[in-house]
């Protein structure tokens, strides 16, 4: 064996790893959903084909545009809440302030990551509700009325923007922080000695070196919030009505509840197509803005 084909079989015996758990846990689901949405299937009975029977009621159901409107919602509401408020967070902790309070403002802001969903999603719901609430006792400490958080169409997105901010916003915070922390003093040194003000260095500077960082926290935001299940489902359980039920909670409600496995799989693969076309794009319009370039 040449020393090419011995550095090529290394090659992929690093690989077949990550490799094998790419084809069990990614592509095996995704071909398996495929299949199953041509079937008609309720786990107990033996799979049956039925052709494109599924994507015939997919077109005429109802509920999936407004399931599809909900999530494009918590899109809209939830990715400028991580992406821009994670990045000030970690701008604000960066700043040179003592050792001692960057490691105070670190743990606070990404302890709740740590936390687990259900337990603290149960604690929200206390601090939501309308007549007991402690929320809406600080808020009539100042006149206003109480807010029916969960029983409001309206309201509900704000509360699940609430929750979401406060659980998960040490994960952009922490993808910020490391990469702020990447980018060479020297730069800013020489910005400052060259007349540059605040904003000319974070615009001409921080930003340039951090997009590769921005990118990486806008796709998997982007991801995750079109994805979206654990925040409405444990806060509001997709209430009032069908006001905040998102497109995973309709899949999961027609998978295990209804047990129509095929159903749900034609709608699961349509959102893995906008969730695969909205990657692609981003990445389409990413070599118009994200620089690799770190010298």
């Not at 918590?74 to 302030?97: C, E, N």
């Not at 899949?251 to 959102?271: C, D, W």
């Amino acid at each position: 064996m040449t020393k090419k084909s011995k550095d090529l079989l290394v090659g992929y015996l690093f690989l077949a790893p990550a490799l094998l758990l790419f084809l069990v846990f990614i592509a095996e689901p995704v071909i398996a959903s495929l299949i199953l949405s041509f079937t008609k299937y309720n786990v107990i009975t033996p799979s049956q084909f039925i052709g494109f029977d599924n994507f015939k009621a997919f077109f005429d159901d109802d509920r999936l545009g407004l399931v599809y409107w909900n999530t494009l919602k918590f899109v809209l509401i939830l990715t400028p809440l991580h992406v821009i408020l994670g990045l000030l967070l970690a701008l604000a902790v960066q700043r040179k302030i003592a050792k001692g309070l960057k490691y105070f403002y670190r743990t606070i802001f990404y302890f709740p990551v740590l936390a687990t969903s259900a337990a603290v999603a149960t604690a929200w719901s206390f601090i939501f509700n309308k007549e007991f609430g402690i929320l809406n006792y600080f808020l009539g400490l100042f006149g206003i009325e109480g807010i029916p958080w969960m029983q409001s169409p309206n309201w509900v997105y704000l509360a699940v923007a609430i929750y979401s901010f406060w659980k998960f916003i040490g994960n952009a915070f922490l993808y910020y922080f490391i990469g702020l922390q990447n980018i060479p003093e020297s730069l800013y040194e020489a910005a400052e000695i060259d007349g540059a003000g605040k904003l000319q260095r974070f615009m001409n500077i921080t930003l340039p070196m951090l997009s590769p960082m921005l990118f990486f926290v806008l796709v998997t935001t982007l991801i995750g919030t079109t994805q979206i299940f654990d925040e409405p489902y444990l806060i509001t359980g997709g209430g009032p009505g069908d006001a905040s039920r998102s497109v995973n909670m309709y899949i999961y409600e027609i998978a295990f509840q209804k047990h129509q496995m095929g159903y749900a799989s034609t709608v699961s693969i349509s959102l893995f197509l906008a969730i695969l076309a909205i990657t692609a794009l981003q990445f389409g319009l990413s070599k118009k803005w994200v620089s690799y370039d770190q010298e």
